[in-house]
């Protein structure tokens, strides 16, 4: 496809046709416009991105680009006859239009703005570059369908047994010859399963003797726990400070230690469940929230995208691009 085949490629409105012929030009062989406006392109800068700032006035395409098989938005100057800025279509691109004419994506390092002179074009544009993204998309997720389906074939092939060989018949075995017994894997490993299985089964369900219990290790003493039987209430003598920082942490009230059967529930579930290191482990986040003396600094808040800046229409479009068109 070859740029002097204005037939091919779709120009702006707002041009004459001997300039819309020069930037069918700039474009170059075997690519297309597909479409194109007179804009100014904002860009915003770091470190806040909170404003838009005019970067450039031009002629914007969208481009199909098949030597290297993308799609590209392609801003273009007349005056210096060269391409001024350039950003190739990604499939998770989103393509919004705030207001009919300003039109914001987020680029490689900050957020694009399109003002265009003319709302037709803007709409067109939009039109046809969803259209492409729709379109891809689609597609990818038609290759993602036929590689899920290829897997599921293949899993279900490969648990088919090839193993299964029927045995040699009664006259093969008068005659002298060997028979050929085939062996099913799938069955033969079946039979191991339930075997582990039912083995596993039965060692869970025999009941533990003492023999089973080792003696304990590494044995300290926490607190004593005991039964005050003058005031009829739990007795608690140098209460582990973290022991106690996990019962006020899980609910666990003075009133519902008092009784015997509760207690006793709790301190079976601890030794159940990994002892004092559990516990150690469950408010060391309380008690590092404690000592720290500030909380952490909230971010500062950023308002993005920028609101939109206040549209200029130029009233001669032509000599608007021979006095702003510059390169930065």
């Known amino acids: 496809m070859k740029s002097d085949n204005t037939d091919m490629h779709r120009g702006t409105i707002l041009l004459k046709p001997e300039e819309n012929e020069h930037v069918f030009q700039l474009i170059g062989n075997r690519c297309q416009c597909l479409a194109a406006g007179v804009i100014q392109l904002y860009l915003t800068e770091a470190p806040l991105h909170k404003d838009w700032v005019k970067k450039n006035t031009g002629i914007i395409t969208l481009i199909r680009d098949n030597p290297r098989r993308s799609f590209f938005l392609r801003l273009y100057c007349l005056q210096r006859k060269i391409m001024i800025w350039e950003h190739e279509i990604y499939n998770s691109m989103d393509y919004k239009a705030p207001m009919s004419y300003f039109h914001t994506f987020e680029a490689e390092d900050c957020m694009a703005a399109f003002n265009f002179a003319s709302e037709t074009e803007a709409i067109t544009l939009r039109n046809i570059l969803l259209g492409k993204l729709n379109a891809k998309r689609q597609r990818r997720q038609e290759r993602k369908a036929k590689e899920m389906q290829g897997n599921i074939t293949w899993k279900n092939q490969s648990s088919i047994s090839p193993f299964t060989v029927t ?18 894997r799938s069955a033969s490993s079946s039979s191991m399963y339930k075997n582990k299985k039912k083995k596993s089964e039965q060692d869970l369900k025999r ?84 000592n720290s003396n500030q909380p952490p600094a909230l971010p500062e808040r950023q308002e993005y995208p920028p609101p939109i800046p206040a549209r200029t229409i130029p ?12 390169v930065f």
């Open 315 to 326: 009233v001669l479009i032509s000599e608007l691009l021979l006095f702003e068109c510059n």
């Open 167 to 184: 045995s040699g018949s009664s006259g093969n075995l008068s005659n002298g010859a060997l028979a050929t017994v085939g062996v099913n």
């Open 207 to 290: 009941k533990l003797t003492k023999d089973d219990i080792s003696l304990p290790s590494n044995f300290r003493h926490v607190a004593h726990l005991g039964w005050d039987v003058n005031n009829k209430g739990l007795e608690l003598d140098s209460v582990d400070l973290q022991l106690q920082q996990f019962f006020n942490n899980a609910g666990v009230s003075e009133y519902e230690l008092q009784d015997k059967g509760t207690r006793k529930f709790i301190y079976d579930f601890i030794e159940r469940n990994g002892g004092m290191s559990a516990v150690q482990e469950d408010i060391r986040p309380l008690i590092n929230a404690k």
